[in-house]
């Protein structure tokens, strides 16, 4: 796995508060990112990859200014302008900078000219800018994940065209979301050119709001091969991201519904095909690797949660590291000298199916309820369950997530719970709690202070004490299923009442 230079993807400078405060979320992000590349967690609208395409293309074509600033000026202009076509009438969801567009409109006279050259200008006061970043969302959001999918070039440095450029694929979007506006194709740009727009003229841009892509449409047909890989068949990437949006085509046709994000993951990590069943194609073992990677990690920071709420109640929020450790070791039942061998095989010889989602189920209720015992026992539980998973595909945790070890995840603890296999159960749990989360936590937090001067600790060392100092916040994480869910939803493939259809075509030709 390549997890580039350096250490964890830190917080942002200057946050007082850690996102990932043990530094065990980087192996997780890069098994879901190579499993639905060209989409992003803020990708929130699939027609977006042709609109962009659409304004690169003209701009190449029309203006093909070399500057940078002057390109970013016309890009502003194109995307504010879609905001208030998109946000005038019925709303759109997921539009970048529709919260300005909405407070443009209820201040318009409905006969009106909206002058939105001040919202789009990047040097603009941040409070009138319709989106704060310079880059806008082609530049902040859109871009990179379209280069992953193949649609735009970046030119390399010291070309004469700095600014990015379509692909053939691109060009050939462009020109079926040009077709299908017709001769509000050039008033398009017309009005962009000249920065105002007739309130009353917006709706007459309808055609080109996500939701009236036309099924069976040129451009509708092109967005769905992109979107499944059909246009770059050769792609590894356009591989992976079609396997992974067909198995979502399955489980809603299974269901008759759009399932959620959380159900769809339990449901692959509790239906992962075999060994063999799963050679051509890697991707539903990697689905399984990556929610038994996540899974690990929210038991490891419920213990930290844990520790933090001991720590808060004692006098003056104040406890020596071995009290507190011994403290939370405590709360788990074991047998006089069993080892951590014998502990783990009992735990798992109650497992069933789904005794992980039992015991991450209950570690969290407890966690909300503060009951700091129950949490803690489930969560050595869950992480029990978890090591023994993981020894079942060997292979594939060693490859997969085989980054130095100052990464910390599911291979990094299922080695150290393999090497203490004959040790006493008591010391493990408490060596875990100790080594592999309280100090983990306080390595982390340096290395946040020492290289971004961001200060993260939510417990701090004290002459011979840890302090408390502030909760943390403990979620699943969100691996860019719902916005798959959105693009297929976005092209017609799936509705409210399941797979249509049209995705049922594509599931034939699976």
């Known amino acids: 796995m390549d997890l580039g230079q350096g250490f964890p993807e830190w917080t942002e400078l200057g946050q ?14 890069v098994i879901y990112q190579s ?43 194109c995307e504010a302008l879609f905001a208030l076509i998109c946000t005038h009438g019925e709303p759109e969801l997921g539009i970048t900078g529709s919260d300005w567009a909405n407070k443009i409109l209820a201040e318009a006279d409905d006969h009106g000219i909206i002058d939105f050259s001040i919202g789009a200008d990047a040097d603009a006061d941040e409070s009138l800018r319709y989106l704060k970043n310079k880059g806008g969302a082609f530049g902040a959001i859109y871009s990179t994940q379209m280069s992953e999918m193949g649609l735009i070039h970046f030119p390399d440095p010291g070309q004469p065209n700095p600014n990015p450029v379509c692909s053939d694929v691109g060009l050939r979007l462009a020109d079926a979301l040009a077709s299908g506006l017709g001769d509000k194709d050039s008033r398009f740009f017309e009005v962009v050119e000249e920065g105002k727009v007739p309130v009353a003229e917006l709706g007459s841009f309808v055609a080109i709001k996500p939701s009236n892509l036309q099924p069976g449409s040129r451009e509708h ?13 050769r792609s590894h990437t356009a591989q992976m991201r079609q396997s992974t949006l067909k198995m979502l085509l399955k489980i809603s046709e299974a269901l008759d519904a759009v399932p959620s994000a959380e159900a769809v993951k339990w449901h692959w990590f509790e239906n992962v095909p075999t060994k063999d069943a799963a050679e051509q194609d890697q991707v539903p073992r990697l689905w399984f690797l990556y929610q038994a990677c996540d899974l690990m ?15 808060d109640a004692a006098p003056r929020h104040r406890m ?32 069933q199916t789904s005794s992980a989602r039992h015991h991450a189920t209950a570690m969290l209720d407890a966690m909300g309820a503060g009951e700091t015992s129950e949490q803690v026992r489930n969560a050595i539980s869950l992480i029990a369950i978890l090591a023994d998973t993981a020894a079942t595909d060997f292979a594939l945790v060693e490859i997969t ?17 393999d090497r203490n296999r004959t040790t006493d159960a008591t010391a493990v749990i408490s060596d875990l709690i100790r080594e592999r989360i309280l100090k983990r ?15 993260t600790f939510h417990m701090e060392p004290e002459e011979g004490n840890l302090r408390y100092r502030a909760p943390i916040r403990i979620s699943p994480s969100s691996p860019r299923l719902d916005q798959a869910l959105r693009f297929l939803r976005d092209i017609s493939l799936i509705d409210d009442g399941g797979v249509t259809a049209i995705g049922r075509a594509e599931l034939a030709t699976a």
């Open 401 to 417: 997530l085989s980054a130095h070890d100052y990464f910390q995840s599911l291979r990094t603890e299922t080695d150290f719970l």
């Open 297 to 311: 990690r929210l038991a490891y920071e419920v213990i930290l949660s844990a520790a933090l709420t001991t720590i």
């Open 441 to 455: 936590h306080l390595w982390v937090a340096s290395r946040k202070f020492r290289n971004q001067k961001a200060y």
């Open 221 to 233: 047909l092109l967005l769905k091969e992109v979107l499944l890989g059909l246009s770059d068949p």
């Open 35 to 77: 499993l639905v590349p060209g989409i992003s967690t803020i990708t929130l609208r699939y027609r977006y990859y042709s609109f962009f395409p659409y304004i690169l293309r003209h701009y190449e074509n029309n203006i093909r200014h070399p500057d940078p600033a002057v390109f970013r000026k016309f890009q502003r202009r």
């Open 320 to 351: 020596p590291l071995g009290e507190l450790t011994r403290q939370l070791a405590d709360t788990v039942e074991t047998t006089r000298g069993e080892s951590w061998d014998n502990f783990s095989t009992t735990v798992n010889a109650k497992a």
């Open 16 to 29: 007082d508060s850690g996102l990932d405060p043990l530094g065990m979320q980087r192996p997780i992000e």
